[in-house]
């Protein structure tokens, strides 16, 4: 990306939340409190004003992307950057062509010696030693095996024991289990076990959410204990599951490649540890497949860096993905890219049973799953009981993953959206819809037998 390709739809695109986005664009028509601004081929810069003596520096590498500012903020990019970047998208002479100064051209020699020093590393490292890769993977396998063993036996006790003491016990539990799972090498296992902490005394039904929570980490013991007997593609999601990745060199040297139209259904952020994560939903617009992008970064990046790969939400872009081995093929990588993002409406989609008929589906083939993207089609947001729902045509509903939505609600009028978002089976108090992108008046999606879901 050069500034002079920059566009609006790219850089609202950029913005990690609503939130965000909306306070990038306020700042981008408040040109008074701008300072230092200008524009080389590949770099933005400017100076913002805020509430203190000394002004935010805000600097952009384009060809990244990737931004740096002074100001306190975690989010990426921060609403000063998205601020300049709507800014000189809207108006050339927002940010005046010129040289950058120092404190920009120093950023930008240091990522550029960054970078050169990575691509030296890579370009000199040693190859693998295969005994030696094969004697520390053993060596995992081994630490694993116990960890498994004195989960399951922690598993057995609680069950044997009842659930009550779930919900007096607070989260503590659930950590010292985490941690025993992280000193077997089972990050996978850790992060389940850790989610599983925020579902008692969540609700009514919590006993009913934890235990089919522990039988699921039961069952993914037994199925790593017994992975030889597994078909190919559930072999692979268990491994993962437990903690087992795949670097995206090997994805890309050996995953199915895929070519398509990708449209961007909308993005996810949250905090993990000592990193950022974020997942990208993606719906190919000729396979009808749907694609997640996950990704990490440190917090605050790395000199302000962002994540390597960025996708512009309500755009289609023509890319090459590459799956992780699967029984249902959906998370990937970016292999390669081709043309611009262009804006396009969400496509037709479902009424609540058709998505529950595909998240049915997609566990049929790989039972571990808890989240699943999905387009509905012809639902009206509403509030019941304190509630907030999806409601389709037929009455049928799906809850709402937060408690105010009043901006979906004013966007709808009363009147049916088409709504992308992200269903998970794992949420707190229950299975959620986050709505992620809608639209209003897209056509609902016709069946095989012609007849409207």
């Given at each position: 990306?050069?500034?002079?390709?920059?566009?609006?739809?790219?850089?609202?695109?950029?913005?990690?939340?609503?939130?965000?986005?909306?306070?990038?664009?306020?700042?981008?028509?408040?040109?008074?409190?701008?300072?230092?601004?200008?524009q080389s081929d590949a770099a933005l810069w400017g100076a913002f004003q805020g509430s203190g003596k000394t002004p935010y520096q805000v600097r952009i590498d384009l060809a990244g992307p990737a931004w740096k500012c002074s100001c306190p903020s975690r989010k990426l990019p921060c609403k000063h950057s998205?601020?300049?970047?709507?800014?000189?998208?809207?108006?050339?002479?927002?940010?005046?062509?010129?040289?950058?100064?120092?404190?920009?051209?120093?950023?930008?020699?240091?990522?550029?010696?960054?970078?050169?020093?990575?691509?030296?590393?890579?370009?000199?490292?040693?190859?693998?030693?295969?005994?030696?890769?094969?004697?520390?993977?053993?060596?995992?396998?081994?630490?694993?095996?116990?960890?498994?063993?004195?989960?399951?036996?922690?598993?057995?006790?609680?069950?044997?024991?009842?659930?009550?003491?779930?919900?007096?016990?607070?989260?503590?539990?659930?950590?010292?289990?985490?941690?025993?799972?992280?000193?077997?090498?089972?990050?996978?296992?850790?992060?389940?076990?850790?989610?599983?902490?925020?579902?008692?005394?969540?609700?009514?039904?919590?006993?009913?959410?934890?235990?089919?929570?522990?039988?699921?980490?039961?069952?993914?013991?037994?199925?790593?204990?017994?992975?030889?007997?597994?078909?190919?593609?559930?072999?692979?999601?268990?491994?993962?599951?437990?903690?087992?990745?795949?670097?995206?060199?090997?994805?890309?040297?050996?995953?199915?490649?895929?070519?398509?139209?990708?449209?961007?259904?909308?993005?996810?952020?949250?905090?993990?540890?000592?990193?950022?994560?974020?997942?990208?939903?993606?719906?190919?617009?000729?396979?009808?497949?749907?694609?997640?992008?996950?990704?990490?970064?440190?917090?605050?990046?790395?000199?302000?860096?962002?994540?390597?790969?960025?996708?512009?939400?309500?755009?289609?872009?023509?890319?090459?993905?590459?799956?992780?081995?699967?029984?249902?093929?959906?998370?990937?990588?970016?292999?390669?890219?081709?043309?611009?993002?262009?804006?396009?409406?969400?496509?037709?989609?479902?009424?609540?049973?058709?998505?529950?008929?595909?998240?049915?589906?997609?566990?049929?083939?790989?039972?571990?799953?808890?989240?699943?993207?999905?387009?509905?089609?012809?639902?009206?947001?509403?509030?019941?009981?304190?509630?907030?729902?999806?409601?389709?045509?037929?009455?049928?509903?799906?809850?709402?993953?937060?408690?105010?939505?009043?901006?979906?609600?004013?966007?709808?009028?009363?009147?049916?959206?088409?709504?992308?978002?992200?269903?998970?089976?794992?949420?707190?108090?229950?299975?959620?819809?986050?709505?992620?992108?809608?639209?209003?008046?897209?056509?609902?999606?016709?069946?095989?037998?012609?007849?409207?879901?």
């Amino acid at each position: 990306m050069s500034a002079a390709l920059l566009t609006v739809e790219w850089a609202e695109g950029l913005a990690p939340d609503a939130s965000s986005l909306k306070n990038g664009r306020k700042l981008a028509g408040q040109a008074g409190k701008w300072s230092d601004r200008g524009q080389s081929d590949a770099a933005l810069w400017g100076a913002f004003q805020g509430s203190g003596k000394t002004p935010y520096q805000v600097r952009i590498d384009l060809a990244g992307p990737a931004w740096k500012c002074s100001c306190p903020s975690r989010k990426l990019p921060c609403k000063h950057s998205l601020g300049l970047l709507i800014g000189a998208a809207e108006d050339d002479a927002f940010c005046p062509a010129g040289e950058p100064p120092d404190w920009v051209q120093e950023w930008l020699s240091k990522r550029e010696s960054t970078a050169q020093a990575k691509a030296t590393k890579a370009a000199t490292a040693k190859p693998v030693d295969p005994k030696a890769l094969a004697k520390r993977r053993a060596a995992r396998e081994k630490k694993i095996a116990a960890g498994l063993e004195r989960l399951e036996l922690w598993l057995d006790d609680r069950l044997r024991g009842g659930l009550a003491e779930f919900e007096t016990s607070g989260p503590g539990l659930f950590e010292k289990e985490a941690a025993r799972l992280v000193d077997a090498q089972a990050g996978g296992l850790a992060a389940r076990m850790r989610s599983l902490s925020e579902i008692p005394g969540s609700g009514p039904d919590w006993p009913d959410r934890l235990l089919a929570g522990l039988a699921s980490l039961r069952l993914l013991t037994a199925a790593y204990r017994r992975q030889e007997e597994l078909p190919e593609g559930l072999r692979e999601d268990v491994r993962t599951l437990i903690g087992w990745n795949r670097s995206e060199k090997e994805t890309i040297a050996e995953g199915e490649r895929v070519d398509d139209a990708w449209l961007t259904l909308g993005t996810i952020e949250w905090d993990e540890d000592r990193v950022r994560g974020r997942r990208t939903w993606l719906k190919g617009v000729m396979t009808e497949r749907t694609a997640e992008v996950v990704q990490f970064v440190p917090h605050m990046g790395a000199g302000g860096q962002g994540f390597p790969e960025t996708f512009v939400e309500g755009c289609v872009q023509p890319m090459t993905l590459a799956f992780h081995p699967s029984a249902a093929p959906r998370r990937a990588v970016v292999v390669g890219r081709e043309s611009e993002p262009v804006p396009v409406p969400l496509p037709p989609g479902r009424d609540v049973a058709g998505l529950l008929d595909e998240v049915a589906d997609e566990l049929a083939a790989c039972p571990f799953r808890t989240r699943f993207a999905g387009v509905l089609a012809g639902v009206t947001p509403m509030i019941d009981n304190e509630k907030w729902w999806l409601r389709d045509e037929a009455g049928a509903g799906v809850r709402l993953a937060k408690d105010d939505w009043w901006a979906l609600l004013t966007e709808s009028g009363g009147r049916p959206l088409t709504v992308a978002g992200e269903y998970a089976t794992d949420a707190v108090g229950g299975p959620r819809f986050r709505p992620l992108r809608w639209d209003a008046g897209a056509p609902k999606q016709q069946s095989p037998a012609g007849v409207e879901r």
